[in-house]
């Protein structure tokens, strides 16, 4: 984790995973992160990973199915136990081996693809789950140190002449393209790193939400290095 120090009220750190989904968020709190240092080789096991297009799932079979060294057996191990304990509380986890996410250039000025500074919404309460355990790691941003993009007046005016000059339908129209999960960064703004090996739990726009959803985006991978990505 990096640059946490101007934003520690945003971040809750604890020390178990039982703690991480049982502490409330509240007040500016939106992130969690159960802070670990994991073992093990999480290379070698990405890369006896085939990916045919730019991402695939892998499952607890398909894990299994590896032939590893003892240390990319333990990275397994780990990887097989995050999966256990977060479907045990009812979460639906999936880990794939990424190589690069699609992009959204249908409106080139407000691209909506998970690059981009968003939240996640949910009709229920829920939480962001993830963890990267190889490759580039995602970014949060402090919600003080973003704005919804389409109240910045030059995206507002572009999406106006997309939609029409009516004002009926205006706002539903931004929704229903998820415009309004998209944030932008305002200057001197200072995204925050999550780290590699750590279990993070974000918060989510849902009704019943005590605080405001946390701001992230994936990062730019790196030429020729994939990820492994667990979230939920």
Known sequence: MENTSSSHSQIQVVGNFQDLIATPFS??????????????????LVNQVEVEENMVELTPETLLGLQLSDAGQLAREILLRDLKMLTEQGASPVLNVIEHYERDDYFPFFPTDVYSFHVDRAPIPTSTFLCTYFGEASDILPNSQGIQKILVPEIRAELRKIHGDSEAGFEDFLKENFFDLHYQELTNAEPINLGIGHLWRLAVDHPESPVPPCLHRAPKEKKNQKRLLLIC
């Not at 709190?29 to 070698?44: H, P, Q, T, V, Y």
């Open 27 to 44: 007040g500016e709190m939106n992130a969690m992160c159960w802070k670990r240092k994991l073992i093990g080789d999480f290379e070698e």
